[in-house]
């Protein structure tokens, strides 16, 4: 028998009675005689809880403070985990980021996993225990606890997985799947029994947060199936994420992701190199660029709008401003409180229409769309947030009836 990775998101945690469920799911692979790797979450709302205190202290916190303090979290549940494991006579241990160790690059709040130390944990589950990791959290090479960003528990569990090369990774939370839309937003939703990496790439980057997207990316790279199943049901089939035909597919998804904000940057210099340096300077800032889109006009100039998440607005502004002359930007304009609405599927840019559909479902709804971009498979649109969520619904019936 094999390895199998399971990882059970904040809701699933939340208290000892999830718990209890949780230890279920657990003691069913053992009881197969598979090998266990655990991943968890931090309990219900810790992180955000952890994130408010953070704010009582400081608006502007240290980032390598901020990585201790987000990381307890997951800390907290790996050890009522493994005491509940034992309390019901398994063998269990907790092992957090650092312990394995996860050794990630050094960006703190974003870091990126360079490498797992397999040994450890293949040594505790070669004497009989059922592992239990700590999600969303490694070590840099000097010993700095370092997370993944919100969500990055999924991407601790599926590197995991990768790394052990286990049979598969099963993601458990509080839907029993992955929807062609949020069902929180839009009721009507079908489930996918299946979807490639790529759609899910999409979907995930896009603002599905039921995976995190740089977990869809490793299952691709290292081709780990992953199952998106639910905590909550006994025998929750659950949808597979993997490599499968792509060619049947058309619009697999509708996704929202909020708290985006536009920049505009008119009349920037017409001179070759000019909207290079602009995104180098962004860049070197670490500032991530979204959708982009640029105009010219009959004058010299021209403008040049792009989004970020509405948490780099301020430094990507204050950036703008110390370089506006260099640019030689006439002006720097933004718009804040915009969500990006976007139809995943493979085939999307060879299918004449789709396109039109879903302008049409926004146009019926009165929704104005501030930018459009589109790839080979999805179309975004920029839209207010007051209108995400109706844009999702009336897209969502455009395409799929209901
Ligand atoms: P966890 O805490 O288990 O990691 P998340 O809250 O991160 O769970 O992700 C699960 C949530 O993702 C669901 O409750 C659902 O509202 C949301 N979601 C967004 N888009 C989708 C989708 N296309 N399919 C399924 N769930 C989705
Ligand atoms: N606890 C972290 C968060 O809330 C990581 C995770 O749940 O995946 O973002
Ligand atoms: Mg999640």
């Not at 985990?81 to 063998?91: G, V």
């Not at 960003?149 to 049979?167: F, H, I, K, P, Q």
């Not at 597979?240 to 619009?251: G, H, S, T």
């Not at 790839?375 to 947030?385: G, M, Q, T």
Request: charged share 25%; net charge negative; with cysteine.
């Amino acid at each position: 028998m094999g390895i199998i990775v399971q990882k059970f998101g904040g809701s699933s945690v939340a208290n000892v009675e999830r718990l209890e469920l949780v230890t279920e799911h657990i003691l069913k692979e053992v009881e197969k005689g598979n090998k266990v790797v655990v991943v968890v979450s931090a309990q219900g709302k810790t992180t955000d809880r952890l994130i408010a205190e953070e704010a009582e202290i400081t608006k502007n916190p240290n980032r390598r403070e901020h990585d201790v303090l987000v990381s307890v979290g997951e800390q907290i549940t790996i050890a009522k985990l493994a005491m509940l494991l034992t309390e019901k006579k398994h063998k269990a241990i907790s092992l957090t980021g650092w312990q394995i160790p996860i050794i990630t690059n050094s960006e703190f709040s974003n870091s990126r996993i360079r490498y797992i130390h397999n040994k450890t944990i293949e040594e505790y589950l070669d004497a009989g225990n059922i592992v239990i990791v700590a999600g969303f959290q490694g070590v840099d090479e000097i010993g700095n606890i370092t997370t993944f960003g919100r969500g990055g528990s999924d991407t601790t569990a599926v590197a995991l997985a990768a790394s052990l090369n286990a049979e598969r990774c099963d993601i458990f939370t509080d839907v029993d799947g992955v929807y062609t839309s949020d069902p929180r937003i839009v009721p009507t939703v079908e489930k996918l029994k299946s979807v490639s990496y790529d759609e899910m790439l999409e979907m995930s980057s896009m603002g599905a947060k039921v995976l995190h997207n740089r977990c869809v990316e490793i299952g691709k790279k290292y081709n780990v199936p992953i199952y998106v199943k639910s905590t909550f049901e006994r025998d929750s089939i659950g949808t597979l994420v993997d490599d499968k035909n792509l060619e049947d597919l058309v619009i697999n998804g509708v996704t929202k992701d909020d708290y985006i904000s536009r920049i505009t940057i008119a009349g920037l210099d017409n001179k070759i190199g000019k909207t290079c340096e602009l995104f180098q300077i962004l860049s070197k800032n670490l500032i991530n660029v979204d959708v982009i889109a640029q105009s010219f006009g009959e004058h010299i100039n021209r403008d040049i709008a792009f989004t970020v998440k509405m948490n780099d607005l301020q430094k990507t502004l204050e950036v703008l401003e110390e370089n506006k002359d260099l640019l030689g930007a006439r002006e720097i304009l933004h718009s804040e409180n915009l969500a990006k609405v976007s139809i995943i599927g493979v085939g999307i840019a060879n299918k004449p229409g789709v396109a039109a559909s879903m302008f049409e479902a926004l146009y019926e709804n009165n929704i104005n769309m501030h930018m459009i971009s589109t790839s080979e498979i999805k179309i975004s649109v920029l839209v207010n947030s007051k209108d995400a969520d109706l844009a999702v619904k009336a897209i969502h019936k455009k395409f799929f009836g209901k």
